[in-house]
Structures are given as C-alpha cells and as structure tokens.
C-alpha cells in the first residue's frame, strides 16, 4: 500500500517551533519532488515549500522565509519541515505530497501534480 504519513503537530506557543515529518511507504521517495501545503478554516490550501528530488533546490513561500526549512533524507525515504519563530497565522492543516511529474519546485505549482498526500497534521500556534 503506498503511504506518505506525516507526524509532528501539536499546539505551541507564539515564537515556538514544531518538526514536522512525512515518512514514504510502499514508494521509493527518492524519485519524486516533495511539497508542503497548508490550509486554515475558510482558506485555500497554499504552497509552503517544495523541494527537489536531491535536495539541491528548496522554493519557499515569502511568509515563511527565513523561519521554515525542509530537508529530505532519501536514505529514509522522509521528509522534514522544521518550523521556528511560529506565529499565530501559521495555524493550519500542514500536507506533505509527493509528485513524480511536477513540472517545477515552486509553491505556486498546482497542488494537482502531486501524487502521494500526507493525511494532514494540525499546527496550532495560539499562547
């Protein structure tokens, strides 16, 4: 069964950090580029991060520069966003996907060239 499982939510405090993973099961996760998306009540689900299939390129959202990475280990065939200095409008349903076709590492790529979805982790930033 292919699997793409994420873990790491939870409720933190305003300038707080969370990790969250997604770790590939039943795929070789090494072969497709990997993207993070959000989505709190009444919103769009918007491009966090993407990353390329090596590592060697990492697009990220301007709201989240300079707070956000994502890293990757292939090895593991997981991924990682590691989010400091959270704020409350970070509060969302974080998704990781995985695509094989994705035509460019962008957060403005259409969420539909993704093949493989995390199930949804919560981040609530809230003091």
């Known amino acids: 069964q292919l699997q793409f499982v994420e873990s790491g939510g939870g409720l933190v405090q305003p300038g707080g950090s969370l990790r969250l993973s997604c770790a590939a099961s039943?795929?070789?996760?090494?072969?497709?580029?990997v993207g993070w998306f959000r989505q709190a009540p009444g919103k769009e689900r918007e491009g966090v991060s993407c990353?390329?299939?090596?590592?060697?390129?990492?697009d990220y959202a301007d709201s989240v520069k300079g707070r956000f990475t994502v890293s990757r280990d292939n090895a593991r065939d997981t991924v990682y966003l590691q989010m400091n200095s959270l704020k409350p409008e970070d509060s969302a349903v974080y998704f990781c996907a995985a695509g094989a076709a994705v035509p460019y590492c962008s957060v403005d790529v259409h969420k539909g060239h993704y093949t493989y979805w995390g199930q949804g982790t919560q981040v609530t930033v809230s003091s």
């Open positions: 039943g795929f070789a996760l090494d072969y497709y580029r």
């Open positions: 990353i390329t299939t090596r590592g060697d390129f990492i």
